[in-house]
């Protein structure tokens, strides 16, 4: 088992920036994957992007290319996503994910097994 707990987030000006923090202990040794998501009200979760944990290769949706930045600590066992220039359609909860084992289409909800408890991004206009 993972558990997954996020911090971060909040209200935050368009143009802004912010930093979410997702710290996972338990069977961490064993990650391959950990992925950040988005769902907005009334709209399906979405994938923001993710990183495959040994390599620390990065991949990310088209909507936040170029002003996002997913990194990791692997002392840490912490993941995290850097967002700037804020627009109010970035407001959603976002939520980290993670995996043990590639498992289908790893930007899709259904790849993904462990999941943190949400938080809410808001970004004022």
């Known amino acids: 088992q993972v558990q997954l707990v996020q911090s971060g987030g909040g209200l935050v000006q368009a143009g802004g920036s912010l930093r979410l923090t997702c710290a996972a202990s338990g069977r961490t040794f064993s990650t391959y994957s950990m992925a950040w998501f988005r769902q907005a009200p009334g709209k399906e979760r979405e994938f923001v992007g993710r990183v495959t944990w040994s390599s620390g290769a990065t991949y990310y949706a088209d909507s936040v290319k170029g002003r996002s930045t997913i990194s990791r600590d692997n002392a840490k066992n912490t993941l995290y996503l850097q967002i700037n220039s804020l627009k109010p359609e970035d407001t959603a909860v976002y939520y980290c994910?993670?995996?043990?084992?590639?498992?289908?289409?790893?930007?899709?909800?259904?790849?993904?097994?462990?999941w943190g408890q949400g938080t809410q991004v808001t970004v004022s206009s």
């Open positions: 994910a993670s995996v043990d084992a590639p498992r289908g289409i790893l930007s899709s909800v259904r790849a993904y097994t462990y």
